[in-house]
């Protein structure tokens, strides 16, 4: 077994050994398109982690032209180019037990893989001593039969790629207004002003509804760990005022936007 078998554990860094249970167990993982730029791109000098666009990336796909195979004593090496860069791939066979020279390792290959022609490959990044593969099982890759394909993916790319820089840029600007206090500057005194035939029921609720209609504007609303920031030195600790806004939500006044951890104001 080679050192990227090490590396990768079992199976090709798919499947991670239950050593206590004796059983195998899936990591469900989400599915990112990327670019090969993307993934080459990526910055490790401050943390070992793989991060693209703020999100970590998990189980990576991409469309590619087949440049090389060559074949090893347990896995194929498949050299793919995208028109953005070019990234090696470890292929391993899907049952890789009893495999011990080269002629075996080709049966790793799925069906009308050959050099030039576009597969979608999708897998793990993985880096090892500096050097970046896409680690993927066989029935991970596969020949396009649609060229169609080719351009959706690109499409894909972009759309995940702008959708994330947008959600960054709208959290970060957040963030600043709740630095700066402009937010939330406009705070009223009268806790019981009615709010669609409804009222606050204390000043930390109308304090926290005020807060987050400064940002009604925007789909994903205002991340609650910023609501505590802004409000938990004044009202005691993180937990009150995550209790108001589940209170808040439960009057149907707030609801969560993209996850649990945003809400915006009923009918913005």
Known sequence: ???????????????????????????????????????????????????????????????????????KNNLVDIMVEDGTGFI????????????????????????????????RVSGNLKVFKNVRNIVALSFGVRPITDFNEISYHIIEVIHTHLSLLNKNNQLNNNKQQLASGSIYESRSSNVTNSVQGGTFTSKLHKEIYDLVSQNRETEIGLNINDICQALAFQYGSDDHV???????INEGQLYNTADDNHVQVTGA
């Open 1 to 71: 077994m080679s050192d990227y078998s090490n590396e990768l554990g079992e199976g090709g860094g798919f499947m991670r050994r239950n050593s206590e249970e004796g059983k195998q167990v899936d990591r469900k993982k989400s599915v990112r398109a990327v670019t090969i730029k993307q993934l080459l791109d990526i910055d490790l000098s401050y943390s070992d982690e793989l991060i693209l666009d703020g999100q970590h990336l998990d189980v990576i796909t991409l469309v590619a032209s087949v440049k090389n195979i060559t074949p």
């Open 88 to 119: 090696e791939v470890k292929l391993w066979p899907n049952s890789p037990d009893n495999l011990s020279n080269e002629q075996d390792s080709l049966m790793a290959i799925p069906e009308n893989i050959e050099i030039n022609k576009y597969i």
């Open 242 to 248: 995550k209790n108001a806004i589940d209170e808040l």
